[in-house]
């Protein structure tokens, strides 16, 4: 069957949205909806036979880098150059607005695709889950967003982020925590309430004790049965951890990039990253 590219429009998110349930990701619809707003010219689907058989979305953050994300494709037409045209296009689309850098989180399964179009490994990370009996659900005042954390952020991932921080902590400004030392932020953290589970992240900190104050807020607010965490795996602090308060290992990922990498921000200070599609 044969299949046409076209760019993603809003009526596209229930298509992805059961393309992500299929594949058991953590994404949920908001999440679709924040790649169209920042990027509605970088998102692109795979149609045939009138349906929507692929997808991919961009997003570029502060022109630095551009990430690349939700590359899916239906089961039943796998194997057909599907993925490989839909990132392609993405990749030609980010060139044309002359993003030096693009940058994605591969499985395993994926990383040969994407060294094949020139991807390099920059960082592993390591996705950690915990199952626990839920919690009783607490009344907590929630958090809000401050120009410290955004100014931390910026320097462990390498580029302001700062819209996108503030929309999904507004959609969980109960998760929007931060730790302080000597009147000093120290680290700060957000989460969002995925499909699957409530996911840590970004998760930054200057110490382990910050880290671990942080974990341990989240967890405490959480009242999920399953939460996801994407560690750094060379984080000083994050793994160990994650082992402490009962985290399993789920599966490796790998950060890669493609161009100069001018802006890879701080490993040191990042302990979790805000989720694969987003970086």
Request: proline share 4%; glycine share 10%.
């Given at each position: 069957?044969?299949?046409?590219?076209?760019?993603?429009?809003?009526?596209?998110?229930?298509?992805?949205?059961?393309?992500?349930?299929?594949?058991?990701?953590?994404?949920?619809?908001?999440?679709?909806?924040?790649?169209?707003?920042?990027?509605?010219?970088?998102?692109?689907?795979?149609?045939?036979?009138?349906?929507?058989?692929?997808?991919?979305?961009?997003?570029?953050?502060?022109?630095?880098?551009?990430?690349?994300?939700?590359?899916?494709?239906h089961p039943e037409m796998?194997?057909?150059?599907?993925?490989?045209?839909?990132?392609?296009?993405?990749?030609?689309?980010?060139?044309?607005?002359?993003?030096?850098?693009?940058?994605?989180?591969?499985?395993?399964?994926?990383?040969?695709?994407?060294?094949?179009?020139?991807?390099?490994?920059?960082?592993?990370?390591?996705?950690?889950?915990?199952?626990?009996?839920?919690?009783?659900?607490?009344?907590?005042?929630?958090?809000?967003?401050?120009?410290?954390?955004?100014?931390?952020?910026?320097?462990?991932?390498?580029?302001?982020?700062?819209?996108?921080?503030?929309?999904?902590?507004?959609?969980?400004?109960?998760?929007?925590?931060?730790?302080?030392?000597?009147?000093?932020?120290?680290?700060?953290?957000?989460?969002?309430?995925?499909?699957?589970?409530?996911?840590?992240?970004?998760?930054?900190?200057?110490?382990?004790?910050?880290?671990?104050?942080?974990?341990?807020?989240?967890?405490?607010?959480?009242?999920?049965?399953?939460?996801?965490?994407?560690?750094?795996?060379?984080?000083?602090?994050?793994?160990?951890?994650?082992?402490?308060?009962?985290?399993?290992?789920?599966?490796p990922l790998t950060r890669?990039?493609?161009?100069?990498?001018?802006?890879?921000?701080?490993?040191?200070?990042?302990?979790?990253?805000?989720?694969?599609?987003?970086?």
């Open positions: 069957m044969e299949f046409h590219l076209r760019r993603m429009t809003a009526g596209d998110i229930p298509a992805g949205a059961r393309f992500a349930e299929i594949a058991a990701w953590n994404q949920t619809r908001s999440d679709w909806g924040r790649f169209l707003r920042a990027s509605p010219e970088g998102c692109f689907v795979a149609e045939a036979g009138g349906e929507v058989v692929g997808t991919v979305a961009t997003i570029s953050y502060e022109g630095r880098f551009a990430w690349i994300g939700m590359v899916l494709v796998r194997g057909r150059g599907i993925g490989t045209k839909l990132l392609e296009t993405a990749i030609d689309h980010l060139a044309s607005c002359r993003i030096p850098c693009i940058k994605l989180d591969a499985t395993p399964q994926g990383k040969p695709l994407y060294t094949k179009l020139g991807f390099v490994s920059e960082c592993e990370i390591e996705r950690w889950h915990l199952r626990r009996v839920p919690a009783d659900k607490l009344a907590i005042t929630p958090g809000q967003v401050t120009e410290k954390m955004l100014e931390l952020d910026r320097e462990a991932f390498g580029a302001d982020r700062s819209e996108l921080l503030r929309a999904i902590a507004l959609e969980r400004a109960d998760f929007v925590l931060q730790s302080r030392r000597q009147g000093k932020l120290a680290g700060y953290s957000l989460g969002r309430r995925g499909a699957l589970a409530d996911h840590l992240g970004p998760w930054v900190a200057h110490d382990e004790s910050s880290a671990d104050e942080l974990l341990e807020e989240f967890l405490r607010r959480s009242d999920r049965a399953t939460v996801f965490v994407d560690a750094l795996k060379d984080s000083l602090w994050a793994i160990g951890l994650l082992r402490r308060r009962g985290f399993q290992f789920s599966r890669m990039y493609r161009g100069h990498n001018e802006f890879p921000g701080r490993v040191d200070l990042q302990c979790g990253v805000l989720g694969p599609e987003f970086g």
